[in-house]
């Protein structure tokens, strides 16, 4: 059974300090601080993003005996058949922005969507997943210095035109898949 409760901090399971700062930024309006919690997380091989995350924080909350929140996100190309998805991280550490341009190069289709998956896990085994959604386009050329990631070959339709790499964190954070999540995430939270 949900339990709603009216909490002001989360613990953020992450090794990815820019995913932190942009929790951190989208959480402050709500009032919730975020502490960050580094520990070797357990993680299933699926092609389901909720399935991940949500094996992840029920491990990690159950080890520490503390309520803990783990995200995994992920950018999927049409048509690429959703690759990278559930690879993103290995794919961009190995070919990077480079490699998918490359293996975009020609191709009409540029749909892409960025999924981010959050999961809020209590040590009782409760877990819950708030999922966050942002579609857009892979550019031909990567633009921008702003964020991490794949967010220079990213151009979300509910922009402007520019990539996320253009965009500052709060421009980024308002229409994110990761700004979605994690805003559903703080509204139940805080018991919206
Ligand atoms: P965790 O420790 O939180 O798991 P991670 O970097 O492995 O950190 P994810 O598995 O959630 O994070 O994300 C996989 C990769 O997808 C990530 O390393 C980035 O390369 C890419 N990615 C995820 N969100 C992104 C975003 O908002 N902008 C650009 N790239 C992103």
Same mark, same amino acid.
């Given at each position: 059974m949900s339990r709603r409760n009216y909490v002001n901090e989360i613990n953020f399971v992450t090794g990815n300090k820019h995913k932190l700062e942009e929790v951190k930024h989208i959480l402050e309006p709500y009032g919730i601080s975020v502490k960050r919690v580094t520990v070797d997380k357990l993680e299933i091989q699926s092609n389901d993003l909720c399935e991940i995350a949500e094996y992840s924080a029920k491990i990690v909350a159950e080890r520490l005996r503390i309520p803990v929140v783990v995200e995994d996100a992920g950018l999927f190309i049409e048509a690429l058949n959703g690759f990278p998805g559930p690879y993103s991280s290995y794919v961009f550490k190995t070919i990077g922005n480079e490699g998918i341009l490359k293996l975009m190069? *020609?191709?009409?289709?540029r749909r892409a969507r960025f999924v981010s998956a959050v999961a809020y896990a209590r040590p009782n085994g409760f877990v819950k997943v708030f999922i966050g959604v942002t579609e857009g386009l892979i550019s031909i050329e990567p633009r921008g210095?702003? *964020? +991490? *990631? +794949?967010d220079p070959i990213f151009i979300p339709y509910e922009g402007d035109g520019r990539t996320f790499g253009e965009m500052t964190l709060d421009e980024k954070s308002r229409i994110s898949h990761r700004g979605k999540a994690f805003r559903s995430l703080a509204k139940w939270l805080t018991g919206h």
């Open positions: 190069r *020609g191709v009409k289709n210095e702003y *964020g +991490f *990631g +794949f």
